[in-house]
């Protein structure tokens, strides 16, 4: 059974960071480029950053760059998102995905998603 579980989420101060992972079991990720979503409350999912298979490019949406950033760890079979600088828009649940592109076209897996609350 292919499987995706996010975990790393929590409530955070703004300007705090965190680090949501991404583990993949019953498939080994190194085929499948990786993508973060989010999606905030009464808003559409929106994709967050990706990380191609091969050669590793990155993708980020414009909200998030120079604060996100995305790496994976083939040999742990996990995919990363280190989120610094956080602001209360970025409240949401993250969810990861495998697939085919970066940004992803073509969607093979999806977590069940991760709870991140930024407030004071």
């Known amino acids: 059974q292919l499987q995706l579980v996010e975990s790393g989420g929590g409530l955070v101060q703004p300007g705090g960071s965190l680090r949501l992972s991404c583990a993949a079991s019953?498939?080994?990720?190194?085929?499948?480029?990786i993508g973060w979503f989010r999606q905030a409350p009464g808003k559409e999912r929106e994709g967050v950053s990706c990380?191609?298979?091969?050669?590793?490019?990155?993708h980020y949406t414009d909200s998030v760059k120079g604060r996100f950033t995305i790496s994976r760890d083939n040999a742990k079979n996990t995919v990363y998102l280190q989120m610094n600088s956080l602001k209360p828009e970025d409240t949401g649940v993250y969810y990861c995905?495998?697939?085919?592109?970066?940004?992803?076209?073509?969607?093979?897996?999806w977590g069940q998603g991760t709870q991140v609350t930024v407030s004071s």
């Open positions: 995905a495998a697939g085919y592109g970066c940004p992803i076209r073509t969607y093979v897996v």
């Open positions: 019953g498939f080994t990720l190194d085929y499948y480029a």
């Open positions: 990380i191609s298979s091969t050669d590793h490019n990155t």
